[in-house]
Nanobody, 115 residues
């Protein structure tokens, strides 16, 4: 079983930055593909970024050049550095772990972008 706990969300002004963290329990973290998804009110959950166990990354077109995903396998933690935030990025951000056909989700952390 894997438990994921996100932190780092909050209120930020447009153009500002936030760093989300996701701490994972369990022994599979180093082998898991980790990702960040977001869900805005009335919209479907969408993939924002993901990183493989080997460190390869993928970003949604909407966040390329603004967001950076990284992982620290010594801390069982994955990060999402979000820069130049726009109001349309406001959503609940969820951490995801994928390993051997199984998916695990965190409880989500709210990101609000508003002046």
């Amino acid at each position: 079983q894997v438990q994921l706990v996100e932190s780092g969300g909050g209120l930020v002004q447009p153009g500002g930055s936030l760093r989300l963290s996701c701490a994972a329990s369990g022994s599979i973290f180093n082998l898991a593909r980790m990702g960040w998804y977001r869900q805005a009110p009335g919209k479907q959950r969408e993939l924002v970024a993901r990183i493989t166990s080997g460190g390869s990354t993928y970003y949604a077109d909407s966040v390329k050049g603004r967001f950076t995903i990284s992982r620290d396998n010594t801390k069982n933690t994955v990060y999402l550095q979000m820069n130049s935030l726009k109001p349309e990025y406001a959503a609940v951000y969820y951490c995801n772990a994928y390993f051997n056909g199984d998916q695990y989700w965190g409880q989500g952390t709210q990101v609000t972008v508003s002046s």
